[in-house]
Protein backbone atom coordinates (compact mmCIF):
# COMPACT_ATOMS: atom_id res chain seq x y z
CA UNK A 1 0.00 0.00 0.00
CA UNK A 2 1.37 3.12 -1.30
CA UNK A 3 1.13 6.08 1.79
CA UNK A 4 1.23 8.83 -0.72
CA UNK A 5 1.78 8.77 -4.07
CA UNK A 6 2.47 11.06 -6.92
CA UNK A 7 1.20 11.08 -11.17
CA UNK A 8 3.12 11.33 -13.04
CA UNK A 9 6.41 9.35 -12.04
CA UNK A 10 8.33 11.50 -15.09
CA UNK A 11 7.32 14.54 -17.06
CA UNK A 12 8.81 15.56 -20.19
CA UNK A 13 8.03 18.54 -21.97
CA UNK A 14 8.65 21.80 -24.51
CA UNK A 15 8.73 25.04 -23.29
CA UNK A 16 5.57 26.87 -22.93
CA UNK A 17 3.06 23.85 -22.37
CA UNK A 18 0.89 23.53 -19.57
CA UNK A 19 0.97 20.40 -17.17
CA UNK A 20 -0.55 19.10 -13.98
CA UNK A 21 0.74 16.45 -11.24
CA UNK A 22 -1.35 14.81 -9.17
CA UNK A 23 -0.97 13.80 -5.60
CA UNK A 24 -3.05 11.21 -3.18
CA UNK A 25 -2.57 10.11 0.25
CA UNK A 26 -4.31 7.37 2.13
CA UNK A 27 -3.08 8.23 5.35
CA UNK A 28 -5.57 10.13 6.72
CA UNK A 29 -3.94 13.20 7.02
CA UNK A 30 -5.16 16.67 7.17
CA UNK A 31 -2.27 18.28 5.78
CA UNK A 32 -0.73 18.05 2.36
CA UNK A 33 2.49 19.97 1.17
CA UNK A 34 4.33 20.22 -2.18
CA UNK A 35 7.74 20.40 -2.61
CA UNK A 36 10.41 21.23 -5.48
CA UNK A 37 13.56 19.99 -5.30
CA UNK A 38 16.26 21.47 -7.55
CA UNK A 39 19.41 20.30 -9.11
CA UNK A 40 21.36 21.47 -5.56
CA UNK A 41 18.95 18.77 -3.85
CA UNK A 42 17.51 22.07 -2.01
CA UNK A 43 14.02 20.81 -0.75
CA UNK A 44 12.06 24.03 -1.10
CA UNK A 45 8.05 24.48 0.06
CA UNK A 46 6.00 25.67 -2.16
CA UNK A 47 2.58 25.00 -0.59
CA UNK A 48 0.77 23.68 1.87
CA UNK A 49 -3.13 22.75 2.24
CA UNK A 50 -4.55 21.74 5.60
CA UNK A 51 -8.40 20.27 5.10
CA UNK A 52 -8.56 21.71 1.91
CA UNK A 53 -7.59 25.25 3.13
CA UNK A 54 -4.28 26.96 1.24
CA UNK A 55 -2.36 27.73 4.22
CA UNK A 56 1.38 28.33 2.84
CA UNK A 57 2.15 29.79 -0.60
CA UNK A 58 5.55 30.86 -0.38
CA UNK A 59 6.81 32.94 -3.37
CA UNK A 60 5.92 30.74 -6.38
CA UNK A 61 5.50 32.43 -9.12
CA UNK A 62 1.69 32.64 -9.87
CA UNK A 63 2.34 29.88 -13.14
CA UNK A 64 2.45 27.71 -10.28
CA UNK A 65 -1.55 26.64 -8.89
CA UNK A 66 -2.39 23.90 -6.37
CA UNK A 67 -5.87 22.78 -6.06
CA UNK A 68 -7.05 20.35 -3.27
CA UNK A 69 -10.13 18.98 -4.27
CA UNK A 70 -10.35 16.99 -0.62
CA UNK A 71 -8.22 16.19 2.14
CA UNK A 72 -6.48 13.26 0.42
CA UNK A 73 -5.48 15.04 -3.36
CA UNK A 74 -3.64 17.54 -3.66
CA UNK A 75 -2.84 18.77 -7.41
CA UNK A 76 -0.30 20.98 -9.18
CA UNK A 77 -0.77 22.61 -12.36
CA UNK A 78 1.72 24.42 -14.26
CA UNK A 79 1.31 27.05 -16.85
CA UNK A 80 3.63 28.48 -19.15
CA UNK A 81 6.44 25.73 -18.49
CA UNK A 82 10.12 27.38 -18.60
CA UNK A 83 13.19 25.66 -18.13
CA UNK A 84 13.87 27.22 -15.01
CA UNK A 85 10.68 24.65 -13.61
CA UNK A 86 12.53 21.17 -14.53
CA UNK A 87 13.12 20.12 -10.94
CA UNK A 88 12.07 16.84 -9.00
CA UNK A 89 8.44 17.78 -7.20
CA UNK A 90 8.04 16.20 -4.00
CA UNK A 91 4.05 15.70 -2.84
CA UNK A 92 4.19 14.86 1.19
CA UNK A 93 1.35 14.93 4.22
CA UNK A 94 1.46 15.31 7.71
CA UNK A 95 -1.23 14.24 10.03
CA UNK A 96 -1.69 18.09 10.93
CA UNK A 97 -0.08 21.39 11.16
CA UNK A 98 1.34 21.21 14.81
CA UNK A 99 4.28 23.85 14.64
CA UNK A 100 6.53 21.20 13.55
CA UNK A 101 6.41 18.40 15.35
CA UNK A 102 4.50 16.64 13.13
CA UNK A 103 6.45 14.03 10.89
CA UNK A 104 5.82 14.33 6.96
CA UNK A 105 5.44 11.38 4.37
CA UNK A 106 6.81 11.88 1.21
CA UNK A 107 5.95 11.01 -2.34
CA UNK A 108 8.38 9.33 -4.83
CA UNK A 109 8.55 12.67 -6.52
CA UNK A 110 7.98 13.21 -10.11
CA UNK A 111 10.98 14.38 -12.28
CA UNK A 112 9.63 17.26 -14.52
CA UNK A 113 12.19 17.96 -17.60
CA UNK A 114 11.38 21.53 -19.48
CA UNK A 115 12.95 21.60 -22.91
CA UNK B 1 16.82 35.23 6.93
CA UNK B 2 16.66 31.50 8.35
CA UNK B 3 19.68 29.30 7.23
CA UNK B 4 20.32 26.15 7.61
CA UNK B 5 23.61 24.47 6.90
CA UNK B 6 24.98 21.15 6.09
CA UNK B 7 28.24 19.58 4.84
CA UNK B 8 27.72 19.60 1.30
CA UNK B 9 30.63 17.22 0.89
CA UNK B 10 29.68 14.08 0.67
CA UNK B 11 31.69 11.88 3.85
CA UNK B 12 32.99 8.45 3.19
CA UNK B 13 33.53 6.09 5.72
CA UNK B 14 34.52 2.33 6.01
CA UNK B 15 31.74 0.06 7.28
CA UNK B 16 31.57 -0.47 11.07
CA UNK B 17 32.80 3.09 11.76
CA UNK B 18 30.39 5.97 13.13
CA UNK B 19 29.34 8.25 11.11
CA UNK B 20 28.63 11.99 12.42
CA UNK B 21 26.71 14.33 10.20
CA UNK B 22 26.57 18.09 11.04
CA UNK B 23 23.12 20.36 11.01
CA UNK B 24 24.49 24.28 11.62
CA UNK B 25 21.54 27.10 11.71
CA UNK B 26 21.78 30.47 11.80
CA UNK B 27 18.99 33.47 12.84
CA UNK B 28 16.43 31.03 14.45
CA UNK B 29 15.38 29.17 17.54
CA UNK B 30 13.40 26.39 16.55
CA UNK B 31 11.60 24.25 18.99
CA UNK B 32 12.14 21.02 17.18
CA UNK B 33 14.76 19.19 14.69
CA UNK B 34 14.12 16.31 12.32
CA UNK B 35 16.22 14.52 10.23
CA UNK B 36 15.58 12.77 7.26
CA UNK B 37 16.85 9.99 4.69
CA UNK B 38 17.06 10.19 1.45
CA UNK B 39 17.93 7.61 -1.07
CA UNK B 40 18.63 8.45 -5.00
CA UNK B 41 15.31 8.76 -6.98
CA UNK B 42 13.12 8.48 -3.98
CA UNK B 43 11.02 10.87 -1.62
CA UNK B 44 12.48 11.81 1.92
CA UNK B 45 11.81 9.36 5.17
CA UNK B 46 11.52 10.94 8.41
CA UNK B 47 14.11 9.36 10.57
CA UNK B 48 14.20 11.25 14.04
CA UNK B 49 12.85 14.44 15.77
CA UNK B 50 14.31 16.24 18.50
CA UNK B 51 12.80 18.90 21.03
CA UNK B 52 14.97 21.86 22.07
CA UNK B 53 14.68 20.48 25.84
CA UNK B 54 15.82 17.45 24.85
CA UNK B 55 20.02 17.19 24.31
CA UNK B 56 19.83 13.81 22.67
CA UNK B 57 17.34 11.14 21.49
CA UNK B 58 18.35 7.78 20.41
CA UNK B 59 16.58 5.38 17.75
CA UNK B 60 18.34 1.84 17.57
CA UNK B 61 21.74 3.00 15.92
CA UNK B 62 21.21 6.66 15.29
CA UNK B 63 21.70 9.08 17.95
CA UNK B 64 20.50 12.50 17.74
CA UNK B 65 22.20 15.40 19.69
CA UNK B 66 20.33 19.18 19.93
CA UNK B 67 22.59 22.06 21.22
CA UNK B 68 20.51 25.32 21.15
CA UNK B 69 23.53 27.32 22.23
CA UNK B 70 25.89 26.33 19.52
CA UNK B 71 22.98 26.01 16.54
CA UNK B 72 23.75 22.97 15.99
CA UNK B 73 22.40 18.87 15.48
CA UNK B 74 24.74 16.07 15.16
CA UNK B 75 23.41 13.15 13.72
CA UNK B 76 25.43 9.39 14.43
CA UNK B 77 25.47 6.02 12.73
CA UNK B 78 26.88 3.62 14.92
CA UNK B 79 28.65 0.78 13.59
CA UNK B 80 27.96 1.47 9.90
CA UNK B 81 26.67 -0.18 7.05
CA UNK B 82 26.71 0.08 3.38
CA UNK B 83 22.79 -0.25 3.59
CA UNK B 84 23.32 3.38 5.37
CA UNK B 85 24.57 4.70 2.23
CA UNK B 86 22.07 8.00 1.32
CA UNK B 87 21.87 11.47 1.61
CA UNK B 88 20.79 12.65 5.32
CA UNK B 89 18.64 15.99 5.58
CA UNK B 90 17.89 18.48 8.76
CA UNK B 91 14.51 20.16 9.01
CA UNK B 92 13.90 22.87 10.95
CA UNK B 93 10.21 24.00 11.82
CA UNK B 94 8.91 27.44 10.65
CA UNK B 95 7.82 30.09 12.77
CA UNK B 96 3.88 29.94 13.39
CA UNK B 97 1.81 27.07 13.21
CA UNK B 98 1.93 26.04 9.35
CA UNK B 99 3.94 23.04 9.58
CA UNK B 100 6.54 24.65 7.67
CA UNK B 101 9.83 22.51 7.66
CA UNK B 102 12.98 24.33 6.15
CA UNK B 103 15.07 21.70 5.30
CA UNK B 104 19.22 22.03 4.83
CA UNK B 105 21.09 20.63 1.44
CA UNK B 106 21.47 17.41 2.88
CA UNK B 107 25.31 15.55 3.26
CA UNK B 108 25.92 12.49 1.61
CA UNK B 109 27.00 9.59 3.50
CA UNK B 110 28.98 6.55 1.92
CA UNK B 111 29.51 3.82 3.82
CA UNK B 112 32.58 1.36 2.14
CA UNK B 113 32.79 -2.67 3.18
Not at chain 2, 3 to 30: D, F, R, V
Not at chain 2, 51 to 57: D, G, I, M, Q, T
Request: one cysteine or more.
Amino acid sequence: DTAVSQTPKYLVTQMGNDKSIKCEQNLGHDTMYWYKQDSKKFLKIMFSYNNKELIINETVPNRFSPKSPDKAHLNLHINSLELGDSAVYFCASSRGLAGGQETQYFGPGTRLLVL
Amino acid sequence: SQKIEQNSEALNIQEGKTATLTCNYTNYSPAYLQWYRQDPGRGPVFLLLIRENEKEKRKERLKVTFDTTLKQSLFHITASQPADSATYLCALHGSGNTGKLIFGQGTTLQVKP
